[in-house]
């Protein structure tokens, strides 16, 4: 009988500002610790997408926002390895502005972060998952 692989349900903020979007990079120990992503989590069970990016953005780099649109949505199947059974992760990834008096963006729970225009966004910085929404985030910006 075939294991069942459960899809984990992904939340993440696309926050632009001057025609360049932020992105985190994941820490030591982590899932495809040291890649380049969109900042964002796991959706907890019951709770809203945007609610979790809202969550996400402030636990991990210190920022309120608000959510606005979602850009894209992915599915991707991670294969098994390095000890880890397969993956399926639904990343949904909403547009965000930074609300008035929110703070810079800090490394909180992040091993780096950097604001990047789109010749940064490097396919091969970025988990396989999160590639797709690259092609629509570039022409964003400008």
């Known amino acids: 009988m075939?294991?069942?692989?459960?899809?984990?349900i992904v939340a993440a903020g696309v926050l632009i500002e001057g025609g360049r979007v932020l992105v985190s990079?994941?820490?030591?120990g982590a899932h495809l610790a040291g890649a380049w992503e969109l900042p964002g989590g796991k959706v907890e069970d019951g709770e809203d997408p945007a609610a979790a990016v809202?969550?996400?953005l402030r636990e991990e780099l210190g920022v309120e926002v608000r959510?606005?649109?979602?850009?894209?949505?992915?599915?991707h199947r991670y294969p098994p390895r390095d000890g880890h059974g397969e993956r399926s992760?639904?990343?949904?990834?909403?547009?965000?502005?930074?609300?008035?008096?929110?703070?810079?963006?800090?490394?909180?729970d992040v091993a780096a972060l950097a604001w990047e225009?789109?010749?940064?966004?490097?396919?091969?910085?970025?988990?396989?998952a999160d590639r797709p929404v690259l092609e629509k985030l570039r022409p964003l910006l400008g």
């Open 117 to 128: 225009d789109a010749a940064g966004l490097i396919d091969e910085r970025f988990p396989e």
């Open 67 to 75: 959510v606005d649109d979602i850009l894209d949505v992915t599915f």
């Open 2 to 8: 075939a294991q069942s692989v459960r899809t984990v």
């Open 25 to 28: 990079q994941r820490k030591k």
């Open 54 to 56: 809202v969550r996400e």
């Open 89 to 108: 992760v639904l990343l949904l990834f909403y547009r965000c502005t930074r609300l008035p008096g929110s703070p810079e963006p800090q490394c909180l």
